[in-house]
């Protein structure tokens, strides 16, 4: 365990040692505890899971961006008392089990309520929207934003509070079910109808916001437009507040509220309007009526005219509305005149009510524009809602009047709903589920309650009825009633009920005992401020009005006088009827409470008024709350819910138990963890007697959870690993078969194209191979290569036996001579023994002269051997550059030359292996020299008689390199021209050039060697 977590186990050892030791006083403990921490400068304490709050009157640095981060998320005893322990508690219960939850901040005027639930507001912005989603931004913006100008037109200077609010406020934030909030509502309650401050509020001591703002912060251009100067004791309404020491900020102020305006989405004609009707107001205060004879009149009729200008109505209009008022009697009607007394009511009345029209106007666009469109609970999930209540405290002044009744009627039902939420339920709940429990005596208010508020019988019904009794009805009559209907009410009585009680005043004052103690108050007033005392003629002069946006604010101004309308509710029927609504909405939702309280009246950072605290402690109502809390339970759940949350804690629980019911499974868990001394079980529920045991369950909770989220991912990566390797799997198959495929499709065409080529003339060569898959590039090479063979081998056995030496032998040329050679002859047939040919015409010459013409040749034949490649007549040259004409005679064994002159006598025998290469020249001449290994070349020009000029080279070069490719020698072929020859040894160049007088090739000397001289055509 960590230090910091250490300490605050330490220290909630310790609160709860005091709070459930035997020897308790609810009270001492109680303010001991809060003035203890609040002389150490802390100023939360946690009384149960209530947060008490004193105000500091000082900047403390406690609501950063860090505080914030120390709550976050957090359990409500694990951080030191703070409003975001509880904010935050209500945002976890709401988020956690999509439970609604609310807020409930009380105290008195001063004591910090409205500054409690900026914090609040701030928290919850400031912890929501991590994606920082646009909408939800906006949304939390406007809700921001919306507090400053409601503050601006709902609060005032007094001397309690510089920022008083007149208005008790209950707003409500909608999250979406991620926890963002995505919209919201805002309910005011009585704006100024109640004014503890007296009826004539404007000309009280205190100051409105507004009033200062735009006097202060308006340019004069604006001011001047509103037929308005700063100096604010120069109006009526607010002379008496101007005192009161203003903030130097009101311009900023004044700009901030313009600015907020703006971006809650007011159009610039409706801010317009709101800055006159608040000018209207402050020249209505102005105006002086005085009476000529009988007649009423208005001394200062330049300020009816700017009222009527500001107010988009006719000047004339306005008087009449202010000094005559229009009364239907049957079907006649009539204008009645006022007193003066009574036109300065009027004046006064149209004023207040003008500026609550204001108020609930600018309530309602805020509202249009948080409000949760297209929600849709089918898509988005729950929409749950926190509620903050910043509402009036108990009040008890020395004059108490009809704004305390309501205040302190507000009160009485919100402790009933506390009472009703916290101690009765929560005991009834222990009988219901059958914990042994004594039972703690607690005051229940209901009975005060209904002593206000019952039908027929309570105050606000008699209240009414003496409101809707024709003719004079005095504020001693509705006293009078009182005493007749209530005489017998326990907690209620007046002097004339008990003559002793001296501290009453006959015919003025009422006692009500409150559950916070006994208050007093004075009648005087009552019947007035009841009543709806505006005048309809104005409700018409507003209707009537041509500035669109006032016109709206006044609806119930088109009926016509002779119209009868409903009597309108009454102040204390419209507040009890709205308290009604607030309780309903409370009570659906999980209460957590804030309880204010002020150290002192001053103001002060440093005075401590004990006596002040002590009678504020017993107002909020957490005496009792400590008393049930003590003996009770912290928490409850039921088996079901709590398994679900906590089962992951405990192997016999989790994933799921076996046991026979949750609450078996439940026992097992504690019994694990080691909690059984610290719990009870009830039939459907279990109940957690310490915090402590809630804060380590939520401990080990958050633990597991990690392993589980671990646990979790750890599948899901299998999951998506075992899906991918299928994917992979099965694209590889779909890839092998695709392959086989084009494999087969590519071998099936080839077969087609392919099956009749045997048939074919040229066997298949015009056929086009068809392209195949990358993968048989080269099995189609070699495919091609076997194709080929089969082909040459089918040409080659269509050709006799006896040619095919003359072909491999023109083969042979080809591969040596092609694109090297002019002139090969292949389109001859190639006959090789040529002398034999000349020989055999010749043979029939010799037989007539009795010589034998080969005798050479014949001598040959003791080589043995087998073939004569070539034989031709040739002219040579040596080295000695002696031309003859010779012929050589070329056999598988040797190279003879010989002399057709002596009867073809060998001259020169060269054994072919002696052979080492052969040069011809590039040109159709017919020069040859055979290069041999002992570098005697021979040179010589074939020379054809039969028939002339016969192109032989070719062949020559064709049947030895054939035949030295068959016996695996190899023959050097070089086609030059120049030819190099070495001739014993030097290197000599043959030149071929053509000459046109030449008859016959011939060879001449040269200086590197020798020349053929051919014919030229
Ligand atoms: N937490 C706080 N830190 C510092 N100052 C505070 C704090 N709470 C209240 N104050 C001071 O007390 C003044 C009054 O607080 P606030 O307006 O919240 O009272 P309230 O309970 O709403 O009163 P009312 O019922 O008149 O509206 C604030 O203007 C501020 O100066
Ligand atoms: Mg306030």
Known sequence: MTNSRAAVMKRATRLENVFFSTTFDPFSFSFCLILGRFEKGRIYTFIGEVVVSMNPYKNLNIYGRDTIEQYKGRELYERPPHLFAIADAAYKAMKRRSKDTCIVISGESGAGKTEASKYIMQYIAAITNPSQRAEVERVKNILLKSNCVLEAFGNAKTNRNDNSSRFGKYMDINFDFKGDPIGGHINNYLLEKVSHEGFSFFGSPFLKILFVQLLQGGSDQMLRSLHLQKDASAYNYIRAGAQLKCSNNDGAEFKAVADAMKVIGFKQEEIQTVYKIVAAILHLGN????????????????????????????????????????????????????????????????????????????????????????????????????????????????????????????????????????????????????????????????????????????????????????????????????????????????????????????????????????????????????????????????????????????????????????????????????????????????????????PNDKKSPQLFDEERCRHQVEYLGLLENVRVRRAGFAYRQTYEKFLHRYKMISEFTWPNHDLPSDKEAVKKLIECCGFQHDVAYGKTKIFIRTPRTLFTLEELHAKMLVRIVLFLQKVWRGTLARLRYKRTRAALTILKYYRRYKVKSYIREVARRFQNVRSMKDYGKHVQWPTPPKVLRRFEEALQTIYHRWRASELIRSIPPKDLPQLRAKVAAMEVLKGHRADIGLQRAWEGNYI?????????????????????VQDTRKDKYMNVLFSCHVRKVNRFNK????????????????????????????????????????????????????????????????????????????????????????LQVSVTNPVQCSLHGRKCTVAVETKLNQSQPDFTKHRSGFVLCVPGN
């Open 287 to 598: 105006l002086k009526f005085s009476v000529d004879g009988d007649t009423p009149l208005i001394e200062n009729g330049k300020v009816v005219s700017v009222i009527a200008d500001l107010l988009s109505t006719k000047s004339d209009m306005v008087e009449k509305a202010l000094l005559f008022r229009t009364v239907a009697t049957g079907r006649d009607v009539i204008d009645k005149q006022h007193t003066e007394q009574e036109a300065t009511y009027g004046r006064d009345a149209f004023a207040k009510a003008i500026y609550e029209r204001l108020f609930c106007w600018i309530v309602t666009h805020i509202n249009d524009v948080i409000e949760v469109k297209n929600y849709d609970n089918t898509i988005h999930g729950k929409n749950t809602v926190i509620g903050v209540l910043d509402i009036y405290g108990f009040e008890i002044f020395d004059n108490n009047s009809f704004e305390q009744f309501c205040i302190n009627y507000c009160n009485e039902k919100l402790q009933q709903l506390f009472i009703q939420l916290v101690l009765k339920q929560e005991q009834e709940e222990y009988q219901r589920e059958g914990i042994p429990w004594k039972h703690i005596d607690y005051f229940n208010n209901q009975i005060i309650v209904d002593l206000v508020e019952q039908q027929h019988k309570g105050i606000i019904a008699i209240l009414d009825d003496a409101c809707m009794n024709v003719g004079k009805v005095t504020d001693e009559m509705f006293l009078e009633a009182l005493n007749n209907k209530l005489g017998k009410h326990a907690h209620f009585s007046s002097r004339k009920l008990c003559a002793t009680d001296k501290i009453l005043e006959f015919d003025r004052d009422f006692r009500i005992k409150h559950y916070a103690g006994d208050v007093i108050y004075s009648v005087t007033g009552f019947i007035d401020k009841n009543k709806d005392t505006l005048f309809q003629d104005f409700k018409r002069l507003m209707y009537n009005s041509s500035n669109p946006v006032l016109k709206m604010m006044w609806p119930e101004g088109k009926l016509s006088i002779t119209e009868v309308t409903k009597r309108p509710l009454t102040a204390a029927t419209l507040f009890k009827n709205s308290m009604i609504a607030l309780v309903d909405n409370l009570a659906s939702k999980e209460p957590y409470y804030v309880r204010c309280i002020k």
């Open 883 to 970: 031309v003859e004409d010779r012929a050589i005679f070329i056999t598988d064994r040797h190279l003879y030359k010989m002399d057709p002159m002596k009867q073809y006598k060998v001259m020169k025998t060269i054994p072919l292996y002696n052979l080492i290469g052969l040069s011809v020249s590039n040109g159709k001449d017919q020069l040859v020299v055979f290069h041999t290994k002992d570098n005697k070349d021979l040179i010589v020009c074939l020379f054809s008689k039969q028939p002339p000029n016969d192109s032989r080279i070719g062949e020559l070069v064709g049947v030895l390199a054939s035949h030295f490719k068959r016996s695996k020698r190899s």
């Open 836 to 856: 034999a040919l000349v020989s055999a015409s010749a043979v029939i010459n010799a037989k007539k002269r009795g010589k034998l013409p080969m005798a050479g």
